[in-house]
């Protein structure tokens, strides 16, 4: 019952972590609560810069057979297209944005965590952690409990965690007043060019619509929307008024035909949410239970393989674990305090509501037409894209605003 690392969670960043740190001849044992992985209606577009943390994890060879390539990101607003540019071209991972269905990743990634040698108990769901020099999990009924040991408790349990607050993390939220729907969708029209990222934006309502292609017939649509603009979408029944919603932000930029849905259809909030230093006492936290970003811009995945890959790089550099955890943490907070920083800035630009707002967006898009490197790419490229003192201010198009003399 002894282990190098326990990993609490099979999903994308538990089961990448376990593969790396196996395949490293750790002892590692994975504890995934559910048998079939479940359709959550989110996670299915990986980044340029997550397909480089990929990569680096060595799991892309694996991955990549089952995801569809888009390679072309298309932005549109207010019905219109704005431009098309091309992801290997243009981002600084120099790879295309992959879109794949939630699931399937995460079977093949347990399985690979299993071959690399993790031990994985599937059905199992931990009931209590507790900190230490040798943290220690239980798992079981209360009647029934069986205790496992280890150097290091690693902890991805998903979003809104029980044990996170078990634990005595303390969690901070953002507050942006969004909601983000979703179905997977199978039966596409032929117009849907399936090498390419659509998203369109409508600026007057704040409202938001994607398509991104997977494998086959199938792709995964969102729609995004202000809850005053739009009551909740949720459920078989709602379908039609998701079509229609879509459609009028999207209008002819991202047709859907007589695609149907392929799976459910639910509507969940966009705040972030995360703890600052997501280790201590032998636990750390990782992927959406150390942060979850605003969905809305697609950085979950990215942020939870790059969450697997810093961890995995700090234990395997050296024998102090409680040194390397807390530099991962260091590095995490780091990290993820760029992505929710910029895709903060996003948010103002092309879906705040309010005066301020659009005189903001009168001022700003007209100079990104003539100038796209005024948008930070950190979305696509990254937290290493280089933001400098005044990137936010060029975002916002306020380096060009002309201001009067002193009296």
Known sequence: MKYDLIVVGGGVAGSSLARRMAADGARVLVLEREVEFRDRVRGEALQPWGVAEARKLGIAQTLEPAAAELRWFEQSINGERAFRRDLVATTIPAEAMWGMYHPNMQEMLLKLAAAAGAEVRRGVAAQKVVPGRRPKVTVGSPGEPAEFEARLVVVCAGRNPGLRAQLGFSVQR????????????????????????????????GAVAALFPQRGDRARAYFGFHPQKCSRLQGEGDFNRFREMFTMTAG??????DSKPAGPLASFECADVWVAHPYRDGVALAGDTASSNDPSWGQGLSLAFRDARVLSDELLAGTDWDAAANRYAQRHDADYGVVRKVSGWFYDVFQRLGPGADARRARALPLIAQDPTRAPDVL??????????????????????????PL
Do not use: H, M
Not at 181 to 200: D, F, I, Q, T
Not at 381 to 403: C, K, Y
């Open 174 to 205: 953002g507050s942006i007043p969004l909601l983000l729907s979703g179905v997977w969708l199978s039966g596409l029209p032929a117009e849907v060019n399936r090498s390419v990222a659509y998203v369109a934006n409508n600026v007057s309502t």
């Open 252 to 257: 002819k930029a991202i047709p859907l035909g």
């Open 380 to 405: 696509f490229s990254g937290p290493e894209f280089p933001l400098e003192g005044t990137s936010q201010a060029r975002f916002f198009g306020e380096d060009s605003r002309t201001v009067a003399p």
